[in-house]
């Protein structure tokens, strides 16, 4: 078991950054993939971005080129750096850990560990 602690989450106008930190209770080097989810006001959780050990990352479409993921084992912190923001991107986000599950050709992510979330709020 790892505990997750969020930060960074804010209140941000359309077009704006923020930059989300996730602080791991113990080292991370070992854990298999990092993620980012968020779960906006009515509606499923839904994956963000992850990025496994070996820094390989994916993303949702919805972000892809405006979010970058990374992770500093060093520090055991990972992080969520998000660009051109929008009202959609509204919502508690959470950081997640666990490993990959390879189903025939398909990649998924079983997360056993989960932070408290933090909000973000994109005003238009």
């Known amino acids: 078991q790892v505990q997750l602690v969020e930060s960074g989450g804010g209140l941000v106008q359309a077009g704006g950054s923020l930059s989300l930190s996730c602080a791991a209770s113990r080292s991370i080097f070992s854990v298999n993939v990092m993620g980012w989810y968020r779960q906006a006001p009515g509606k499923r959780r839904e994956l963000v971005a992850v990025?496994?050990?070996?820094?390989?990352?994916n993303y949702a479409d919805s972000v892809k080129g405006r979010f970058t993921i990374s992770r500093d084992n060093a520090k055991n912190t990972v992080y969520l750096q998000m660009n051109s923001l929008e009202p959609e991107d509204t919502g508690v986000y959470y950081c997640a850990a666990g490993r990959t599950i390879r189903v025939g050709l398909t990649v998924e992510y079983d997360m056993n560990n989960w932070g408290k979330g933090t909000l973000v709020t994109v005003s238009s």
């Open positions: 990025i496994t050990s070996g820094i390989s990352t």
